[in-house]
Nanobody, 126 residues
Framework: QVSLEESGGGLVQAGGSLRLACTIS????????MAWFREAPGRNREFVAD?????????YWPDSIKDRFTISRDNANNRIYLQMNNLKPEDTAVYYC??????????????????WGQGTQVTVSS
């Protein structure tokens, strides 16, 4: 049973930065994709970025978000991160990490993901 736990959310002013972390436990698979999604009030959960656990290839949506957000992994400690810079009020959401056994270049919708964390709140004030 895979367990995912997010941390690092909080309240930050516009223009500030946060780094989210997701700790993965109980996974016996050697290859998978890890992703960050977010869900803002009144909106559907949306894909932000994902990363291939083995080769580290990354994907973002929209592509322009990679100007501010960076997904990374720490294989030794079973963690992924989302570094978020120049935060904007519209980034306010609950951020979730998720695990998929689909390849990173296709795993961009909720249906591709089998395991989810409980989420961490990010609030950006103007």
């Amino acid at each position: 049973q895979v367990s995912l736990e997010e941390s690092g959310g909080g309240l930050v002013q516009a223009g500030g930065s946060l780094r989210l972390a997701c700790t993965i436990s109980g996974s016996t698979a050697s290859r998978y994709t890890m992703a960050w999604f977010r869900e803002a009030p009144g909106r559907n959960r949306e894909f932000v970025a994902d990363i291939d656990w083995i080769d580290g290839s990354t994907y973002y949506w929209p592509d322009s978000i990679k100007d501010r957000f960076t997904i990374s992994r720490d294989n030794a400690n079973n963690r992924i991160y989302l570094q978020m810079n120049n935060l904007k009020p519209e980034d306010t959401a609950v951020y979730y990490c998720a695990q998929s056994f689909f390849a990173a270049h296709v795993a961009h919708t909720q249906g591709h993901f089998d395991s989810w964390g409980q989420g961490t709140q990010v609030t950006v004030s103007s």
